[in-house]
T-cell receptor, first 113, second 111 residues
Framework: SQTIHQWPATLVQPVGSPLSLECTVE??????LYWYRQAAGRGLQLLFY??????ISSEVPQNLSASRPQDRQFILSSKKLLLSDSGFYLC????????????FGPGTRLLVL | DQQVKQNSPSLSVQEGRISILNCDYT??????FLWYKKYPAEGPTFLIS?????DKNEDGRFTVFLNKSAKHLSLHIVPSQPGDSAVYFC??????????FGPGTRLSVLP
């Protein structure tokens, strides 16, 4: 069966510090991978998606970047965090081709102070 | 421009009654629709889906209805249970990999 991991679960970082959130998927090959952010009281905002190693598409201009160094690893990064980067970050995957259900990880709660 | 809308941010329903959550979309290219349920501090979990070639899909207490001409879908939960209290997201897909989520509706099922 497939599983998706995210870490850390919670992170408190000062403004201006770097960020690295990791997401890995097990039990499948060549998944489509996604990073979402849920800001307090708001819906899910798609940040990045990837259809393969090294292939990243960005949905919105922002202070964040994403990388996919391996088939089942997706990393969300920032060089300098802003207060507005606080939120709940979710990684998700779908099967190759993308049609069908999107499975989400447990999420990372980021608080920037 | 919000392509998937959930115009009710919150909904309260008595236990045992029907919960109806609504979703409207604007992009006629969407060809697959899903509902997700999300508890606080957890990732969303898939609930039920429907293809654009159908108008109804049922799974236990959950039924999704799709009205393509009105660009409207709804999720019915019957009977509602306190454990159903969560945020429900409507999502739509086009071209197989472009997911668009609505802003969510918070459902509270009162005992």
């Amino acid at each position: 069966s497939q599983t998706i991991h995210q870490w850390p679960a919670t992170l408190v970082q000062p403004v201006g510090s770097p960020l690295s959130l990791e997401c890995t998927v097990e039990g499948t090959s060549n998944p489509n991978l996604y990073w979402y952010r849920q800001a307090a009281g708001r819906g899910l905002q798609l940040l990045f998606y990837s259809v393969g190693i090294g292939q990243i598409s960005s949905e919105v201009p922002q202070n964040l970047s994403a990388s996919r160094p391996q088939d089942r690893q997706f990393i969300l990064s920032s060089k300098k965090l802003l207060l507005s980067d606080s939120g709940f970050y979710l990684c998700a995957w779908t099967r190759t081709g993308g049609m069908g259900t999107q499975y989400f990880g447990p999420g990372t709660r980021l608080l920037v102070l | 421009d919000q392509q998937v809308k959930q115009n009710s941010p919150s909904l309260s329903v008595q236990e045992g009654r029907i919960s109806i959550l609504n979703c409207d979309y604007t992009n006629s290219m969407f060809d697959y629709f899903l509902w997700y349920k999300k508890y606080p501090a957890e990732g969303p979990t898939f609930l039920i889906s429907i293809s654009s070639i159908k108008d109804k899909n049922e799974d236990g207490r959950f039924t999704v209805f799709l009205n393509k001409s009105a660009k409207h879908l709804s999720l019915h939960i019957v009977p509602s249970q306190p454990g159903d209290s969560a945020v429900y997201f409507c999502a739509a897909i086009f071209y197989g990999q472009n997911f668009v989520f609505g802003p969510g509706t918070r459902l509270s099922v009162l005992p």
